[in-house]
């Protein structure tokens, strides 16, 4: 923890110190940061399946956690363990969240003892946008690392854009509302002038939020079928206390030929664990303490028209410690410490010729986990990923394909390792734009990909089976999509239509075996999944001060169980998999206040891979009113805009008592004000 803080208190020194130079330059002219938006959405043209969200769309949203923006996505389920406290994992087309690939500015969130990522973690204030891709990237400069995923969730830090030359710009943020909820950020971005960097533009940028949640919020507790009796209760243990900070340094050329950024960011939370509320026992005492430090950089350099490489660097080390002190043991408690570490690199060399793009990548990585449990195995994994990509694309046809080499070897410090890994793994895809002057797009791919088992999977206690294989993935999606704009541009309209059939062998699956309490993980399921996701979003343009938007998703996903014809699982669905979800929102943007309506629909679910009325869960719909107003105060004689703004939400408005995860009741109508300004 010492060596934590010394990192992060070091940086803000520099960062500070920088902010302290004497000026040299002050009435130089620096060239701004500006973030220019496409005229047609990235989503339309793509070959793969991207659904993305900018940052004006998310302020449309009552949006406090990454994972309430990314419930809005067609084909995402997001595991909601309750509040803002509870613990957030996204599975994208029935793949399962260890499939799904988290990037934070490009370079991935990691989680090698469970494969999961809580997307409840991130703080959702200064964010550019937030973009969710099939099968794989849309992004020819990425990371080996980026096609190693089924699905990848990348989310991207707020671009700074000062006013008429200025040195710094502040803004922040404070919110708060019912059950506790406290939350407040502040983001302070400083241009540096000194002779030195001349030619460069440098952005330090320094963040903070903290947040608060008693989480002690109301619900009804069921003690048998719908015509049984209920009570009244409050939610217990399911308080948070977190607190997020990042620091970083931008230098950007003046010519935009080489970029480099440095960004630390460190994350400590506790929280409650309220445990399933089951008949007349809702109390719970777990506790869980989570730190996440990271420093990664990011360096790009364009050689030429036709050359460019891109460098990426990370250290990572998250610490959990779990804490269960009424378990039943010679000890009188549980308590559980894991530490894991990642060095990682990654170099990407790119070629951009007329009609073809290729691209070569390699990373390389070393992670370990460490725990205080004893005869802890202690193991650690080195991990090669070499990528070639290509992409061909002349007027109406655009072919994408690549290949991905995976080594793996593990080591374990005490005891028998897992065994190594050797595989190769395609993809390919093709986009056809049949009339030249619609955009209007056939789109389809096809990816064979895997998942490693993680730690937790192989050494587990009582648990783990170093004989695992990967799961192996098949994907197969085909779609169109449509863009237009009207000749005046009075409205837009967007639309895709995706079918998708995913096939996963070798499926990782817990299975009982001595008893009740003692499982073992075994390579035994295989999984069929099929569906349709829909999207549709656009706006129209009553007058220049009045416009509407609307934006809106449907999915249907079958995925169901193929393993074992015998099985009372077989051709059933699989746990907590609706076969009908969706979303839809409607906004009023005037010059004088903005209005948005969002809901997220789910229908019914089954919480066991049987599907028997035993385990039915019904389905939801969570409907939110925001409703904001933004003040600017024009300085005449500084010539800049400072920006004063209110907003009111109310979630889940209708009251609707409903479970995304069973027994785990999500919070009734609540509120939420926040204030926000920007000097």
Request: aromatic fraction near 14%.
């Amino acid at each position: 923890m010492l060596q934590k803080w010394a990192i992060f208190i070091g940086l803000l020194g520099f960062l500070l110190g920088l902010k302290a130079q004497n000026d040299t330059l002050l009435t130089g002219k620096m060239s701004e940061f500006v973030v220019e938006a496409d005229p047609i959405p990235t989503q339309i043209f793509a070959i793969q399946p991207i659904q993305k969200m900018s940052k004006e769309e998310m302020k449309q949203i009552s949006t406090f956690q990454l994972s309430d923006i990314i419930k809005h996505f067609a084909g995402t389920i997001v595991k909601d363990y309750g509040g803002v406290g509870g613990i957030k994992t996204v599975s994208v087309r029935g793949l399962g969240s260890q499939h799904t690939g988290v990037l934070f500015n490009g370079i991935p969130l990691t989680d090698s003892q469970t494969g999961q990522i809580d997307i409840g973690k991130m703080a959702m204030e200064y964010l550019e946008s937030v973009s969710l891709s099939n099968g794989s990237t849309n992004n020819m400069l990425a990371s080996a690392r980026e096609h190693a995923y089924g699905a990848v969730l990348n989310i991207v830090s707020e671009n700074p854009v000062f006013q008429n030359n200025r040195k710094s710009d502040i803004k922040g943020s404070f919110s708060f509302g019912s059950f506790g909820f406290l939350n407040g950020s502040l983001k302070i971005n400083n241009r540096l002038f000194t002779s030195s960097l001349k030619n460069w533009n440098c952005i330090t940028s320094l963040v903070g939020h903290y947040t608060q949640f008693k989480g002690n919020y109301p619900f009804t507790q069921f003690f048998g079928g719908a015509n049984d009796s209920t009570s009244q209760e409050i939610r217990s243990n399911s308080d948070l206390r977190s607190l997020q900070t990042e620091g970083s340094i931008l230098f950007s050329h003046k010519t935009k030929k080489e970029i480099f950024r440095i960004h630390l960011f460190y994350f400590h939370s506790e929280r409650g664990l309220p445990g399933a509320a089951l008949f007349y026992n809702i109390e719970s005492d777990q506790r869980l303490w989570d730190d996440n430090l990271f420093v990664q950089s990011r360096y790009y350099k364009l050689f030429s028209k036709k050359w460019s490489y891109l460098n990426l660097l990370k250290y990572n080390q998250s610490y959990i410690r779990y804490l269960d002190p009424s378990y039943l043991n010679e000890d009188g408690k549980l308590e559980n410490k894991y530490t894991q570490n990642e060095w990682y690199i990654s170099n990407i060399l790119h070629y951009k010729g007329d009609f073809i793009q290729i691209s070569l990548a390699n990373d390389l990585f070393y992670n370990n986990l460490f725990s205080n449990a004893p005869q802890f195995i202690a193991p650690s994994r080195i991990s090669c990923l070499t990528s070639l990509s290509s992409e061909w694309n002349y007027k109406w046809l655009k072919i994408n394909v690549n290949l991905l080499h995976t080594l793996v070897f593990n080591h374990a410090k005490y005891g028998e390792a897992a065994p190594n890994n050797n595989k190769l793994s395609p993809t390919a895809g093709i986009s056809i734009k049949p009339y030249s002057k619609k955009e209007f797009y056939i789109r389809a791919f096809f990816k064979n990909i895997f998942r490693l088992p993680t730690f937790n999977d192989l050494y587990y206690r009582e648990v783990g089976n170093l004989n695992l294989k990967p799961e192996n993935t098949y994907q197969y999606s085909i779609g169109i999509t449509h863009f237009y704009r009207e000749k005046n541009d009075k409205y837009t309209i967007s639309t895709t239509l995706d079918g998708y059939f995913n096939i996963i062998h070798d499926k990782i699956v817990a299975i009982p075996s001595k008893n009740l309490f003692i499982w073992t993980m075994i390579n035994y399921g295989k999984v069929y999944a099929s569906g349709i996701d829909f999207t549709l979003q656009g706006d129209y343009k009553w007058s220049k001060k009045v416009k509407t938007t609307w934006m809106g998703s449907y999915s249907f996903q079958k995925a169901i169980d193929m393993t074992d014809p015998e099985s009372k699982t077989y051709k059933n669905q699989l746990p907590y998999t609706p076969l009908h979800s969706g979303s839809a929102g409607l906004g009023l943007v005037t010059n004088w206040f903005e209005i948005h309506y969002n809901a997220i629909i789910s229908g019914y679910r089954y919480v066991l891979g049987q599907n028997i009325p035993q385990n039915w869960i019904s389905g939801y719909v969570d409907h939110t009113i925001s409703i904001g107003k933004e003040f600017t105060i024009f300085n005449a004689k500084q010539n800049i805009k400072r920006k004063i703004g209110i907003k009111l939400d109310i979630n889940n408005f209708t009251n609707t008592q409903y479970q995304i995860i069973k027994n785990y009741p999500m919070p009734g109508r609540n509120y939420r004000i926040k204030i926000q300004f920007q000097l």
